[in-house]
């Protein structure tokens, strides 16, 4: 479908509700491009390191999205955005025909329900999830999917061009479709780019010259340039996490079962990284599955 113009950029009063690893470059994006931006963490302090950049910190979600124009949602899992929208008050205190744009990632039935919901209050959403990690937020060359209606899409395209490059997949729930498409790919693939640099360490090959061997090839990838670069360098520090990418391999499972779909592969990687995490590599890089798989095979 069509691809959100970079070109209309009106200034917006936005709320970003969770300020974590994405929400923070995110958000100083917005605030950076001239956006009017209120925002609200469960832990204030991280809201907090947005002051410099001209943003508002609320004290509640209700708070934070007063008068806004659009609400933006990063939040841990499906749970939480209900939650903060429901349960918090975010929803009820929304302006009439606000757009909410949840950019968790979270379940595709999750995410209509919660379109659903807020429907019935008079308010507009869409499932606008992201891929690109938090160099992408920073960049702001994120790939954002999203599921709505084709006026809210219109409606949102100033602030997704500040963000990166969004195109709507289709209705409610496509978004979180495509993200969770987006994340079965990825993390099957650093399994396949930690097992074989893995297997040619084991056959006495160095792993750092076969990954630039095969760059350029067939073989090549993003995930082999930038995860195959944390796996030779053993550097594992959290950029995206084991524990969110279990998550996500979990809800692709789920909604697989939901539309009577066998994903063999995606269910063997699923006990991967479930073994990875209960060996504690759970709040590692995703690229930490080498390490369990070179637990696996006795290599260090």
């Not at 744009?101 to 209509?112: C, G, K, N, V, Y």
């Not at 209050?121 to 160099?135: E, F, I, K, R, Y």
Request: hydrophobic residues 50%; contains cysteine; negative net charge.
């Amino acid at each position: 479908m069509n691809p959100a113009s970079p070109d209309i950029q009106p200034s917006l009063r936005i709320a970003v509700l969770g300020i974590g690893m994405m929400g923070q470059p995110m958000a100083r994006r917005l605030c950076q491009a001239g956006h009017a931006v209120s925002v609200w963490n469960r832990d204030r302090s991280k809201a907090e390191r947005l002051l410099d950049a001209g943003a508002r910190v609320a004290a509640s979600p209700a708070e934070a999205v007063a008068g806004a124009d659009c609400v933006v949602t990063l939040l841990t899992d499906g749970a939480a955005v209900a939650d903060v929208l429901f349960e918090q008050g975010a929803a009820a205190a929304m302006a009439p025909g606000a757009l909410l744009i949840d950019m968790s990632s979270i379940m595709p039935s999750q995410a209509r329900e919660h379109a659903s919901r807020l429907q019935a209050l008079g308010l507009h959403h869409l499932d606008a999830p992201v891929s690109g990690g938090t160099l992408g937020a920073e960049q702001g060359t994120l790939a954002i999917m999203v599921g709505g209606e084709a006026a809210d899409f219109a409606r949102a395209a100033p602030l997704f061009a500040v963000l990166g490059r969004a195109t709507q997949v289709g209705p409610h729930g496509a978004g979180q479709l495509a993200k969770l498409a987006n994340q079965m790919i990825v993390g099957i693939t650093i399994g396949a780019v930690a097992e074989a640099l893995l297997l040619c360490q084991q056959g006495g090959a160095d792993p750092a010259q076969v990954r630039a061997a095969i760059s350029g090839g067939f073989a090549d990838s993003r995930i082999l340039q930038v995860h195959g670069e944390r796996m030779v360098g053993r550097d594992f520090a959290k950029r995206g996490s084991m524990q969110v990418q279990l998550k996500d391999m979990r809800n692709a499972l789920a909604t697989a079962a939901e539309l009577g779909f066998d994903a063999p592969i995606t269910g063997l990687f699923e006990q991967l990284y479930a073994a990875g995490v209960a060996h504690g590599l759970g709040e590692l890089d995703q690229s930490a599955l080498f390490v369990e798989l070179a637990r696996r095979n006795g290599l260090q």
